[in-house]
Structure formats: structure tokens, C-alpha cells
């Protein structure tokens, strides 16, 4: 029907008191051209959130590549998220690490840090303390890499800001279950 | 067999190897290679259509009504962009159509070339899945996998782009054979113990309903036959979506009538009373459950759907079976047989008693009248002059298409062809003459609206072209008249843009493109002017001037529950009353 305007409809499920959680879904998808575009599109075309996303090519013969999604919503919505996702036909398998809490989760990050005496020294105890390795050193700055949960990579950064922090590149995160079996 | 072929020669092979017959299309530079192909053949029938939304939508009127998949060609830039209000409305309505267009040669993609856009960007949110062949050595396995993804699952179109270069390469074509897709493998069969479990909650059930959907036409005329069987075996009432109108015949002793927003009081009540609900092939539209929280509380509920994000999406399902629905059905009737099951014939009874009771209020009821034309009189005139015959039914969208499905009456799958998810205006014409393409010999009426079919009017000229004797009865009410009734009932009868100003003369239009004009403004008369309409050998206009205000009910207003229905004679001349009814949340609902 064309009716004259079309506020979001309170039909939606989105009107959920649910609480919202925050689960990482693993996809595994033919590596094939527009495939991440898909699974974004899906994402913003049904009102989706991403906090985090991570694709890369995992298997090349098989032109197997692997996303991994960090979103949040009602329970009822991510077992939406999961079951539209398997509907796109280049998804082969699509699994939420979070559900079994057996998902091991790391992000890496590259932190730049720019400082002179004092700074410099409390830059590089933390670092040792967070086990991060310095990749990139002048006579004012650093470069930290550090791997990690992404709460502990937040940790790091928020510690390093009064110390001179200056910019930070993360990778999103990479998921995998624990355990012999694969996903 | 591998042969050597061009690619746009192997674009034909492969309709022809999928059993093709007719294709919808327009050309253009990007595809002229594959017309040229189709010159010199005639095992595929091409239909040049006038606008490209018309080859979408014929498409789709002939996969709806013949069960195959519908095709079409374009060439690209605006040729695949007019095609995009065609392929959402397949995809909201699971229609399978492979769309084939015509690309800008590979080495000018990006360039902003001419009648270049992004193809597989722009239509990837409204195909189920969507193609762009870069490479010769590509293009045959593309071809057969777009026919295998439209029609297996939930059916839906598929987008195959294909640059003009590659059209012109070379390569090796081998028919389809066993086609196996890497990712996609739909499951048809349901869980045994689930099923099981579904027929025991069937056999205990006091008041039960089926409420079945578009998903039973889309699995095919078994689906439909066992379905029958089912209802049969176990006396339950039924209702239907406005897409699986003809699943279940309207003549059948247990149904009920359409389900929803213009669905029967009887239907409604007996959603919203009911202790057990089993969905078929359904998806719990926001037409069909009206307010959520108030939809059908005391409810168990059972969903069969071979797509598993149709189970919970907006209503929580008691137990789900995923699943073909013709193959869950199958396996139903064996359990029911089988265990010898019989559902408890006293609170069955009880449950007959209380729908006969809603049914006695006769909620299709209308005041007729002797000087204007009632369009809901006008459907049924039709359908009473018409039922005999073997008739297929389109729509476009608004009051006609809902007075369509409420007095024209099914009793097979694939006759009713409407635009149920989008709602497409524009959408009948075309899709008559997909309808009458694939059954020639068929009385093919498009039940139309003065606004809607002005949308796609240039394709008279199709029909006209290729002697498609297709009848368009249009309900000519001067006014967008779904928008007018909502106009009326939520924004105090202010009739923004809604009243069709400058009318062509709809006979004079018919004369001009060739077919045939008829006009009837008198009750009396109306009888004699449809016989008229269905002698004449050949496309006709019929322009059914009826009653200007006349609204569509029963209704469930914007927001309400099942069990909150306006009746007609509740609402006669009452306006404002009824603007009253509907609150400010109401309001907000489309």
C-alpha cells in the first residue's frame, strides 16, 4: 500500500525488552567477489550492529575465507543475525562463538606513543607489563604491538593516553573455538 | 559434452537446457550479441516487452502460474536498474526469475562508461543471489547455478551480469548435469521426531487452525494435493495468506476465507482464539498478525518453512519444522495415518460451532445498490461469469486487489497472481501476460485499479504485439483508493494527492493501442458488458466506473488485534468515528 510515510514500524523485533548482548559469530564463506559486501549489506540493510569485523582468506585452494563479526542484540536477534547469514548462498557454515563460551578471541593493535623522560619510562613498563613488543623506536616515539583480548587492548590504549598516546591501528578480532574439533 | 561456443551463445544454450520457452526482454548495446544469437534461433520465444519492469513482472506472472522459473534479458545501466522494483518483488514474494544483463565490455568497468552502473552493487539487496562474469571459463557454470539457486529452497531471483566481451569470447559450454553447488543445499525433509511431535500436538488440539501461506503454491501442486489430504484427514479449519490464496479451495468445507488485515472476521477470531496454530509455508507478515503482542496469546504455535529465518522472526514459534513444505506434509499424513490419529471430534465440534457463529456475521457483507457500481459486486459478477472457465487472476495493489482476493474464489494453486510483500503497483498487467504466455489457451483477467495500471500501461502494447488476448477489469473509483480509504480513516478525510486527476478515457486508450475499450457504469448493465468483454478475441480495457467511497472491509485497523476488527456496517458513513478508533501508535503503522 502507498501510504504517505513510513516511520519504523513498532512491528519490528527490535521492540524487545530483551537484554542486549554481545556475541562473535564465525562465518565461513566461498571466498568469491562481493562476498563481504553481502554479509555488510545484510547487516546494515536489516538494522544490525558490527562492533568488530575480520575477514582474511584461511584456505586458498579452497577459496575458503573467514569472517569474523562481533555484533550485539537481543538473543532473539542474533539467532536472526545467525540463520539470515546461512541464508546467503556463498555461506558455508556460520557459528557464535559466544554461545557455547567455548570461542578464544585476540585482536592485535599497533599503538603509537610519542614522549620524552619520564613518559618514555612509564610507556615502556607498561608495555613490558602488557607483554607488548616495541616494533618501531625513535629518540621521541614508539610503536607497540600488542596481541590480546579486546578489553585488554582497551586497557592498554586508555593507559598509554595521558602518556603521550598518539594513534592506534587494530585488526578487529580473530576467533577460533578451543579444543581438537574445528567450528 | 563440452562444446566450443561464444559466450552470448551459451546464454541460449542454457535456457534452452533448462527447458525455457518464452523470455521477456529488451535490448541495448550491452546484450546484442545474445540477441543476435536469438535471430537465428526458435526454440526460445522472445517477448520484447516496453519497459523493463514489465519483463520482470511478466516473468513472474509466468513462473507463478506454470511453476517454472521465469527469465528475462536486459542490457545494462538503465536497462538493469528498471528491473530492480521487478526482482525486489520477486524476492519478497519467493518468485523464481534469472535475470540475465548486459554488461559494459570488462575493461571499461569503473569508468563510468555509457549505461554503465553497478549491476550486481545495485541488486544485491534485492536478488537472493546475484552474478558478474568476468571470465568465459565462468559463465557456463554461472548460468546453470543462477537456475539452481532461483528454484531450489525458497525460491527467489538471481542476477546474472555479463560484461559484452565475455559475450563475445569463447569457451567451453557442457549441459547442466546434477548441478552441485559448492554452499548452497536447501534442506527438504523435516526432523521425523519433530514431525511426529507436531501430529501429536495436532491430535490433542480442541481448536485448532491451519494457517498456510504463498510456501505451499512455491513447493508445487503435490504440496497443495497433500495439504488437502491433511486438512481432510484431520477436519481442522484453514485459512490463507494472501499469497497462498488456492492452496486449499475456497469451495473446500473447512476454509475459512483470507486471513489479515482485509481477511475474514471468522479467520481472524479463529487466529486469534485458537490452541493450536500450524503454519505452513507462512512467514508472519505484519498484514497477517496485526498488533504483535496481542496476536493470537493463548496459542500454540507450529511453523513449517524450508527457510530457517522465517522461524521467530517476528512471532515465537512453540515448535519449528524446517523444511519443504510438501515433503513436511507428506511425512504428516504417513504419521497421522500411520498412528492411526484422529482429533477429539467433541471440542472439534464445539470449535465448528463457535466459527459458524463468527461466519454468520458475514463479514464480506456490503450494501449494494441499484445506481453505482459496488466494486465488490463488480468482482463478483466476474467471478460468477467467469468461475467455470479455466481462468487465471492477476492484481495490481490497493482496495481492487483486496476486494479481488476476498470475492473472487480459488480453488487451485498458481491462478492467483498478486504483488503480495512489495506491493507493487503496475504489477497486474504485466504480469497477465506472463500468465497468458504460458497457458495460451487460458482466460487471463488482470483485475486492476484506474492508478495502478496507468504504472505499467505501455504494456498493452505488448499484448497487443503478440495477440495475447488478456482482459484488464479496471475498478475505476478515481481515486488511489487504498490511499483514500487510510486518508479517511487516520488524516480527517484530507485527500492529499490521492484523487486521480486527468483520467485519460480508458476506452479511447484501449482504441489507441489496438484493444478493445469497454465502459460500465450501470448495475444493470454489467452482466452484459463483462459477456462482451469475454467474447471479444483479443486484449481488452474494461473501465468499471463504481462507487467513489466506498471502503474495504472488514479491516483490521493500523496497531489492533485480531479480535478488534471494523466491520461494514459498523463503519457506514462514519469518518471521523473511525479515525477515532485508531490511536496515535496506530498511526505511525504503514
Known amino acids: ?98 554461545v557455547n563460551g567455548r570461542g578464544l578471541e585476540r585482536e592485535l593493535a599497533m599503538v603509537k606513543v610519542r614522549g620524552r623522560g619520564d613518559n618514555r619510562n612509564d610507556a615502556l613498563q607498561l608495555a613490558e607489563a602488557f607483554r607488548a613488543r616495541i616494533v618501531d623506536a625513535t629518540t621521541e616515539s614508539f610503536i607497540f604491538e600488542l596481541t590480546g583480548k579486546p578489553e585488554k587492548i582497551d586497557e592498554f590504549v586508555d593507559l598509554m593516553r595521558p602518556i603521550g598516546l598518539v594513534e592506534v591501528s587494530r585488526t578487529g578480532v580473530a576467533a577460533i573455538s578451543r579444543g581438537p574439533e574445528p567450528i | 559434452m563440452s562444446k566450443e561456443m561464444t559466450g552470448a551463445e551459451m546464454v541460449v544454450e542454457a535456457l534452452k537446457d533448462h527447458g525455457v520457452d518464452v523470455l521477456f526482454g529488451y535490448p541495448g548495446g550491452a546484450v546484442l550479441p545474445i540477441y543476435d544469437v536469438l535471430f537465428q534461433q526458435e526454440s526460445v520465444r522472445h517477448i520484447l516487452v516496453r519497459h523493463e519492469q514489465g519483463a520482470a513482472h511478466a516473468a513472474e506472472g509466468y513462473a507463478r502460474s506454470s511453476g517454472k522459473v521465469g527469465t528475462l534479458l536486459v542490457t545494462s545501466g538503465p536497462g538493469a536498474t528498471n528491473t530492480v522494483t521487478g526482482l525486489t518483488d520477486a524476492l519478497m514474494d519467493s518468485i523464481p ?229 510438501g515433503h513436511v506434509l507428506e511425512a504428516m499424513v504417513r504419521v497421522w495415518r500411520s498412528e492411526a490419529m484422529h482429533a477429539e471430534k467433541q471440542p472439534l465440534d464445539a470449535w465448528r460451532a463457535q466459527i459458524d457463529h463468527w461466519r454468520a456475521r458475514k463479514s464480506l457483507a456490503y450494501r449494494n445498490s441499484t445506481t453505482t457500481i459496488k466494486p465488490q459486486y463488480a468482482v463478483q459478477r466476474l467471478y460468477e461469469l467467469t468461475k467455470d472457465k479455466d481462468v487465471y487472476i492477476t492484481t495490481e495493489v490497493g482496495q481492487h486487489q483486496m476486494w479481488a482476493a476476498q470475492h473472487y474464489h480459488f480453488d487451485e494453486p498458481n491462478r492467483w497472481m498478486t504483488s503480495g510483500g512489495l506491493g507493487t503497483m503496475g504489477y497486474g498487467l504485466p504480469a497477465a501476460i506472463g500468465a497468458q504466455l504460458a497457458h495460451p489457451k487460458s482466460l487471463v483477467i488482470d483485475i486492476a485499479g484506474e492508478a495502478s495500471i496507468l504504472m505499467c500501461i505501455q504494456e498493452l502494447s505488448t499484448a497487443i504485439q503478440y495477440r495475447l488476448p488478456v482482459k484488464v477489469f479496471i475498478l475505476n473509483n478515481e481515486y488511489m483508493g487504498m490511499v483514500r480509504q487510510w486518508q479517511e480513516l487516520l488524516h480527517g478525510g484530507r485527500y492529499s494527492h490521492s484523487y486521480s486527476e486527468a483520467l485519460p478515457d480508458f476506452v479511447k486508450l484501449a482504441e489507441a493501442f489496438g484493444a478493445k475499450g469497454i465502459r460500465c457504469y450501470d448495475p444493470a448493465d454489467l452482466d452484459r ?27 483490521i485497523p493500523s496497531g489492533k488485534a485480531h479480535n478488534d476488527m471494523l466491520l461494514a456496517d459498523l463503519s457506514d458513513d462514519a469518518g471521523v468515528e473511525l479515525g477515532a478508533i485508531i490511536d496515535e501508535k496506530g498511526k505511525m503503522l504503514v
Request: glycine content about 8%.
Open chain 2, 529 to 555: 458488458a463483462i459477456g462482451e468483454m469475454l467474447d471479444y478475441d483479443g486484449p481488452v480495457l474494461f473501465d468499471c466506473v463504481v462507487e467513489k467511497g466506498e471502503n474495504c472491509f472488514p479491516m
Open chain 2, 97 to 325: 526469475l534469472v535475470c540475465i544483463t548486459g554488461q559494459v565490455p570488462t575493461h571499461l568497468i569503473g569508468s563510468d562508461a555509457f549505461q554503465e552502473c553497478d549491476t550486481v552493487g545495485i541488486t544485491r539487496h534485492c536478488t537472493k543471489h546475484n552474478y558478474l562474469v568476468k571470465s568465459i571459463d565462468d559463465l557456463c557454470r554461472v548460468l546453470h547455478e543462477a537456475f539452481y539457486v532461483a528454484s531450489n529452497g525458497r525460491p527467489g531471483p538471481v542476477v546474472v551480469d555479463i560484461p559484452k566481451d565475455v559475450q563475445f569470447a569463447r569457451g567451453l559450454y557442457s549441459p547442466p548435469h546434477n548441478v552441485h553447488h559448492k554452499t548452497y543445499h536447501p534442506q527438504l525433509d523435516g526432523d521425523v521426531s519433530l514431525i511426529r511431535e507436531a501430529v501429536a500436538m495436532m491430535a490433542a488440539a480442541k481448536r485448532p487452525v491451519f494457517y498456510t501461506g504463498g510456501g505451499v503454491i512455491n513447493s508445487g501442486p503435490v504440496a497443495a494435493a497433500t495439504l488437502r489430504e491433511l486438512v481432510a484427514l484431520t477436519g481442522f479449519p484453514i485459512t490463507s495468506t494472501l499469497m497462498g490464496l488456492g492452496a486449499y479451495p475456497a469451495s473446500g468445507a473447512n476454509w475459512l476465507g483470507m486471513l489479515g488485515m482485509h481477511g475474514t472476521f471468522e479467520a481472524n477470531n479463529a487466529m486469534h482464539d485458537c490452541d493450536l496454530m500450524i503454519a505452513v509455508g507462512s512467514r508472519f507478515d505484519d498484514r497477517i498478525t496485526g498488533r504483535l503482542d496481542a496476536f493470537s496469546p493463548g496459542s500454540k504455535k507450529i511453523h513449517i518453512d524450508i527457510d530457517r529465518s522465517s522461524i521467530n522472526k517476528n512471532v515465537k514459534v512453540d515448535l519449528a519444522i524446517v523444511g519443504d513444505c
Open chain 1, 1 to 98: 500500500m502507498n501510504a504517505p510515510t513510513s516511520p519504523p514500524s513498532p512491528y519490528s523485533a527490535s521492540t524487545s525488552d530483551s537484554k542486549i548482548e554481545s556475541h562473535t559469530l564465525s562465518v565461513l564463506v566461498d571466498n568469491e567477489p562481493g562476498v563481504l559486501a553481502r554479509v555488510v549489506g545484510l547487516f546494515s540493510g536489516r538494522g544490525y550492529n558490527i562492533e568488530s569485523l575480520t575477514v582474511a582468506e584461511v584456505a586458498h585452494a579452497e577459496h575458503l575465507s573467514r569472517i569474523t563479526i562481533r555484533t550485539s542484540g537481543a538473543p532473539e536477534t542474533i539467532e536472526q543475525i545467525r540463520h539470515q547469514l546461512e541464508r546467503l548462498v556463498p555461506v558455508r557454515q556460520v557459528t557464535d562463538l559466544t
